[in-house]
């Protein structure tokens, strides 16, 4: 027993001490590059978080966004900064997306919201869904996101 104990308290420090690289490949094309999405995202290391469909209905303030879509866009943006941020990341980290909306004609002007969180054109992998309606009277969108982290 103390001899397994002493193994895998051995093999916990080596994995600890063992320098951990992030490594992430945006695969491009010139359609993605114009609606705000890459096809996909390939990543070696780091930590993976699972970030919960984010919504906007009032932002930080507690101001209602109820009927301003591209206000509740960016109270959702940041909101997922903020926990890529507690997890130690941030936006730039995240690598897909699943936008929910409730009306298709809505992506044409999230497009150019995306890109004022991914200036660098490093866009996550996206999928876009159209939904019937929301948890809550008023939400236009929703969005869950994964991000992948680099180890501390």
Do not use: C
Request: zero cysteines; proline letters at 6%.
């Amino acid at each position: 027993m103390k001899s397994h104990l002493l193994s895998v308290g051995l093999a916990s420090l080596l994995t600890l001490a063992a320098p951990v690289t992030l490594a992430r490949e945006y695969l491009s094309t010139e359609d993605g590059q114009k609606l705000g999405f890459t096809p996909g995202v390939v990543t070696e290391g780091g930590r993976t978080v699972w970030i919960s469909g984010q919504v906007g209905l009032y932002d930080e303030q507690g101001k209602s966004m109820v009927g301003d879509f591209e206000g509740q866009a960016r109270v959702i943006f940041r909101a997922i900064d903020a926990v890529a941020k507690r997890a130690g990341g941030s936006i730039k980290d995240v690598v897909n997306v699943t936008v929910y909306l409730t009306d298709p004609r809505l992506l044409p002007p999230l497009q150019p919201i995306r890109r004022e969180f991914w200036p660098d054109g490093n866009f996550p992998a996206s999928t876009t869904i159209t939904v019937h309606s929301l948890p809550y009277v008023g939400m236009m969108l929703e969005i869950s996101a994964v991000a992948v982290i680099a180890d501390k």
